[in-house]
């Protein structure tokens, strides 16, 4: 069992950054994929990123060359640098881990607008 909290989301105009973190405990917890998804109002939830126990990256073509995922295994945390905002970003974004079953976090809210 992995236990997920986001933190880090909140209001951003268009152009901005924001920093999203998820800590992640439990058992194992380093060998996990860990990701972030994203849900906008009306659509169904799709990835942002993903990255492996070793640090292999994978990113939706949406985001390429905006955000960056990063995970510390020291401090059991996974982040997201979003950078270059922009208003279609806006949804609410979870953390997952991955091993055999998928785990969710709750979800933090990420508007961007003006």
Known sequence: QV?????????VQPGGSLR????VSGRDARAYTLGWYRQ????????VAVITF?????YADSVKGRF???RDN???TLYLQMNSLKPEDTAVYYCSARLINI???QGTQVPVSS
């Not at 070793?54 to 994978?58: E, F, L, M, P, V």
């Open 3 to 11: 236990q997920l909290v986001e933190s880090g989301g909140g209001l």
């Open 103 to 105: 785990y969710w976090g």
């Open 20 to 23: 999203l973190s998820c800590a």
């Open 40 to 47: 906008a109002p009306g659509n169904q939830r799709e990835l």
């Open 74 to 76: 020291a401090k059991d």
């Open 54 to 58: 070793d640090g292999s990256t994978n």
């Open 68 to 70: 960056t995922i990063s």
